[in-house]
């Protein structure tokens, strides 16, 4: 089975353009989750998304927002960026064992704005 | 919030000597998850633990819950070059929503 890709893998934008990130889960992986990794907060989760709803979100401004589509693939946009959006995003697909989801993470994409 | 601490933040050991991080948690977790990130990489499940006093072995890392569902920890016994990486614990406080540690960052010295 094919990984979870996400596109593009590097992003270069400026302060107040906005972004958007894709994200494709594992076949057959209906939650995909957003994620925040920076050397200094480490990774914060920013939202989930089951069937085309978001389940569960973050502690992350209205900026940040999401979306999932009726094929699974998920996106998230950023508007208005700023200085320390500069991160590197990643996405997770998870499927259901029994108790607990295990998440498959993408390789992310590595957001820079300057 | 609901946070994961984690500890140490970085550990540095020479090739053949054992390695352990803890997670701790002030409120009870359902389950915690444990993540292997090597550099330039993105994290790769572990194994998950959901019993009070539950422990897991793989190869030669070893995986405990406490017996309160409020720590964990990870030990590598005789480390290897392939360990290097982050190791991040992930805990779950009853939703699928997981809440990540700071991660340790584990550098082998050969």
């Known amino acids: 089975k094919a990984g979870v890709t996400q596109t593009p893998r590097y992003l270069i934008k400026t302060r107040g353009q906005q972004v958007t990130l894709s994200c494709s889960p594992i076949?057959?992986?209906?939650?995909v989750s957003w994620y925040q990794q920076t050397p200094g907060q480490g990774l914060q989760f920013l939202f989930e998304?089951?069937?085309?709803?978001?389940?569960n979100k973050g502690n992350f401004p209205g900026r940040f927002s999401g979306r999932q589509f009726s094929n699974s693939r998920s996106e998230m946009n950023v508007s208005t960026l700023e200085l320390g959006d500069s991160a590197l995003y990643l996405c997770?697909?998870?499927?259901?064992?029994?108790?607990?989801?295990?998440?498959?993470f993408g390789p992310g994409t590595r957001l820079t704005v300057t | 919030g609901q946070q994961v601490m984690q500890i140490p933040q970085y550990q540095h050991v020479q090739e053949g000597e054992d390695f352990t991080t803890y997670c701790n948690s002030s409120?009870?977790?359902?389950?915690i998850q444990w993540y292997k990130q090597r550099p330039g990489g993105h994290p790769v499940f572990l194994i998950q633990?959901?019993?009070?006093?539950e422990v897991k072995k793989q190869k030669r890392l070893t995986f405990q819950f406490g017996e309160a569902k409020k720590n964990s920890s990870l030990h590598i016994t005789a480390t290897q070059t392939t360990d290097v990486g982050t190791y991040f614990c992930?805990?779950?406080?009853?939703?699928?929503?997981?809440?990540f540690g700071t991660g340790t960052r584990l550098t082998i010295i050969p």
């Open positions: 998304y089951f069937s085309e709803t978001q389940r």
């Open positions: 409120t009870t977790l359902s389950n």
């Open positions: 997770a697909s998870s499927i259901y064992r029994t108790g607990y989801y295990e998440q498959y």
């Open positions: 633990l959901v019993k009070s006093g």
């Open positions: 076949s057959g992986h209906r939650s």
């Open positions: 992930a805990g779950s406080f009853g939703n699928e929503k997981l809440t």
